[in-house]
């Protein structure tokens, strides 16, 4: 069964860059036609996806976020990690990781990463 972790610090400070990496397992982020993204959930909200690895090689952002995110990943180490600079207290939520999918299923996230929570301090 597919699973995934997210780790990385649990707090931040304003202005600091938010780093998490997550860490795939039984599965490969080179698998044809996958996505693995980040999606975060502040708290009261609704889920907010941020951006994505394609399998090839490719990145994808959510335009309100692009300017500040950087997705990139380690295919020897079957990672993929989520920066985002300049975070603000409005940025705390709950970090998530999945996996998505192309054609017919893209929009479909499964599995999902338990979720790390990132706080950012004032």
């Known amino acids: 069964q597919v699973q995934l972790q997210e780790s990385g610090p649990g707090l931040v400070k304003s202005s600091q860059t938010l780093s998490l990496t997550c860490t795939v397992s039984r599965d490969s982020i080179t698998t044809t036609n996958s996505y693995w993204s980040w999606i975060r959930q502040p708290p009261g909200k609704a889920p907010e996806w941020i951006g994505a690895?394609?399998?090839?090689?490719?990145?994808y952002y959510n335009p309100s976020l692009q300017s500040r995110t950087s997705i990139s990943r380690d295919t020897s180490k079957n990672q993929f990690s989520l920066q985002l600079s300049a975070v603000t207290p409005e940025d705390t939520a709950i970090y998530y990781c999945?996996?998505?999918?192309?054609?017919?299923?893209?929009?479909?996230?499964?599995?999902w990463g338990q979720g790390a929570q990132v706080t950012v301090s004032a």
């Open positions: 690895s394609h399998y090839a090689g490719n990145y």
């Open positions: 999945a996996r998505g999918y192309s054609g017919d299923l893209l929009g479909f996230f499964a599995p």
